[in-house]
């Protein structure tokens, strides 16, 4: 078993009959929702909101009933993959280009769960593309604002066009290197006219469960 698969297999433990249940995206995620479709077979009872279409097609395809997040008052418990995590629990997401719906289906979450491999536990955050997710409208001149800052930003692409992400929007990659400061940064991109979220995401997991070759270690917030 590879390490996202041994993540994401110890993460149906915390998951309870009943529960309404947040999925991320990503192909972490992918084990995890292949498991939880045998545990509903098995007779699991859970209803899944889900953060792209893509997790929508596959949980679905699986015969995981997927509702409405305006359905529900709030989520038990939402396991999702990251990026990058640092030791204080803070990481960068959207290399799937789902930011946006992970940060809303995170925010209304009583629990985050994040399911990683070892190559995801970092000293300092900043080596992986931080992605920005930004309207179309007048993106070159975000993009522009970025090149002043020095962030070095990238157009993430989709063949020859912009990549869109499920809700209409592309994203700007910005090779960092490292973060010194990820709340300061990511309250500082948001007020950006034209960006819709940032893929930092600061104090939002409350465990993160790391595949490391033969077992899992289990890091909770303190
Ligand atoms: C998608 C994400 C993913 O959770 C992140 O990119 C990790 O993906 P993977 O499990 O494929 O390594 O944030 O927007």
């Known amino acids: 078993m590879n390490e996202k698969q041994l993540a994401a297999e110890k993460s149906i433990e915390f998951i309870k009959d009943?529960?309404?249940?947040?999925?991320?995206?990503?192909?972490?995620?992918?084990?995890?929702?292949?498991?939880?479709?045998?545990?509903?077979?098995?007779?699991?009872?859970?209803?899944?909101?889900?953060?792209?279409?893509?997790?929508?097609?596959?949980?679905?395809?699986?015969?995981?009933?997927?509702?409405?997040?305006?359905?529900?008052a709030y989520i038990d418990l939402t396991i999702d993959g990251a990026d990058e995590v640092d030791k204080n629990l803070n990481g960068i997401k959207g290399g799937g280009g789902a930011l946006l719906f992970e940060k809303i289906v995170a925010k209304a979450s009583m629990k985050v769960i994040w399911i990683v491999d070892s190559s995801k536990f970092v000293e300092q955050l900043g080596k992986f593309p931080l992605p920005v997710e930004v309207v179309p409208f007048g993106s070159n001149h975000v993009f522009r604002k970025f090149l002043e800052s020095g962030y070095n930003p990238t157009k993430r692409k989709n063949g020859e066009h912009n990549f869109i992400t499920d809700s209409g929007n592309e994203i700007i990659d910005l090779q960092l290197n490292k973060i010194e400061d990820s709340i300061k940064l990511e309250n500082e991109v948001k007020l950006l006219p034209g960006v819709v979220e940032v893929g930092l995401f600061n104090n939002i997991a409350d465990i993160v469960i790391i595949g490391r070759e033969n077992s899992t270690e289990i890091i909770s917030r303190v």
């Open 18 to 72: 009943g529960m309404i249940l947040g999925l991320g995206t990503g192909s972490t995620v992918f084990f995890l929702v292949n498991r939880l479709a045998e545990s509903i077979k098995q007779g699991l009872k859970v209803k899944c909101v889900s953060t792209s279409n893509q997790t929508s097609t596959l949980a679905k395809s699986l015969g995981i009933e997927i509702i409405d997040l305006n359905e529900v």
